[in-house]
C-alpha cells in the first residue's frame, strides 16, 4: 500500500514538474504574459505560497476585483448602519461587520454604540433570528458574487416570517470581467476564473469571452498544486494559440453549474445597474430582489436618502487594487498608515482584500 | 470566532448522515454540522463529500475526476 508520504513525494514532483512547463511555455512565449484572477481566495493561494516569487519574470498574476466586501458599495453599509439605528436587527457575514463607509465608521461601531447588530454564519441563521424575535425586523446583508447568492434566494422561497427583510447588493462576475477586458488600460494576456463562482454558474456564460476578446481562460481550484495546473493549462493555450475555455477545477465545477442554485435565483432576484466601490456604477451587474418578492425587500424600509459622490477614504487607492491597476505596495499608506491593524480602506479590512492579503504574506522576492 | 463566520469560506466536508427535509449530518475538519441540502439537484448519500458554502452544499466534490486531474500532469517534459 502507498503511504502517505509516497503521495506528498508524488505532489512535490507534481509541483515542480509543472512549475518547470510554466517556466518553459513562457520562455517559448518570449512575451510579458500577464494573468488576472478575479478571485479573493485565489489570492490568498497565490500569496500563502509565495507562488509569485517561483514564477518566472515575464509572468505576471494580477489579483482583480475578487473580493465582494471590497467592491460592497459604501451606500449598503451606510443605509444598514441607518436600519440599525431605527432600531431593526441586522444580521450579516463576519466579513461585513468591521467595514467602514465614508465616515471611517462601521457596523461594529454601531454594535459597541448598543444597537443589535449579529454576525452569523448563514442565511438561515438570519432567518431564524428572525423567528425568534417576532416584532421585530431582521435585515439581512445580502452581499457576495454568486455563489453567496443562491442561499438568500432559497431561504426567500421557503416564505420566511414577514418581519425577515433583504438588503440584497450581489454582484455579478460576467459583467466586471467585460469591464476588465475592454479596458485599454489592461494588457491582459489570461484569465483565471472563480472556482466556486463557476461552481454555482458553470462555463457557460463565458463562451463568448476566449473569442470576444482574444484571451484564453481556464477555471482554477484553490490548492496551491491546483492553482499551478490552471496555469499551466493557460499557458499552453497561449503557446498553441487556442483562444479556448477550459476547466481545470474538474472537482467541483460542471460545465452547466448548479441547475437548482440556478433556478432559486431566476425566480427571486432581477438583474440590475450596479455600483462596485471604488470603481462605480457597472451595467447589469448586481441582482436586487424582483417584484415577486418585494414584501422583503429592505429597501422599502429606507426613507433617508443616501447617495455617496466619493466612496473611499481620503488617499486610499482601494479602486486601483480592484482592478488590478495597483499593487497595494504602490500606495503610499500600504504598512504605513494603513495596517491589518490600522486599516484605512476595505482592500485591507477584509479577509479576502489584496492589501490584507499581501501584508498577511508578505513575499521575498 | 469572527473568522468563521466569512462569506467567501468554502470547505470539504463528509456526509455522516442524511436527517431528512433536505438537512445532513456532515463533518469538516473533524467537526459535526447540521448543513443544509436543498441547493443539490444531485442524490447525496453517506459517505459522498460534497462542497459547502456559508452551511450549505453547492456541489458534489467528484475526486474520481481530481485525481485524473492529478495523474494527467505528466512529469516528463513535453516540449
Ligand atoms: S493599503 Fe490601505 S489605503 Fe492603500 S489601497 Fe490598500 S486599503 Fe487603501
Redesign the pocket.
Known sequence: MKEYSDYLTELNEKTAALLTKITKYCKVLNRQINVMHVCGTHEATVSRAGIRSLLPKNLRIISGPGCPVCICPAEHITTAKELAKRGNIITTFGDMFKVPDTTLKSLSHLKAEGHDIRTVYSAMDAVKIAEKNPDKRVIWLGVGFETTAPMTAYELMKKPPSNFYVLADFRLVPPALDLLLSDPEHELTGIILPGHVTTVMGLKEYEEFPRRYGIPMTVAGFEAVEFLYALEVLLKMMVDGELGLKNSYTKVVRYEGNPKAKEVMKKVFKVVDAKWRGIGTVKQSGYDLNEDFREYNARNLIDFDISLEYD??K???????ILGK?E?EE?????R???PET???????SDE????IR?TFREVR | MQNVLLMCLSVVAQIEEIIGDGEAVATLNGVRKTIELGLLEDDVNVGDWVLLHTGYAISKVDYEQARKMLDAMELADSL
Open positions: 473611499l477614504p488617499g486610499c487607492r482601494c479602486g486601483g487594487v495597483v497595494p500606495c503610499p499608506h500600504f504598512l498608515r494603513c495596517t486599516a484605512i480602506g476595505p482592500c485591507m479590512v482584500g489584496t492589501c490584507r501584508a
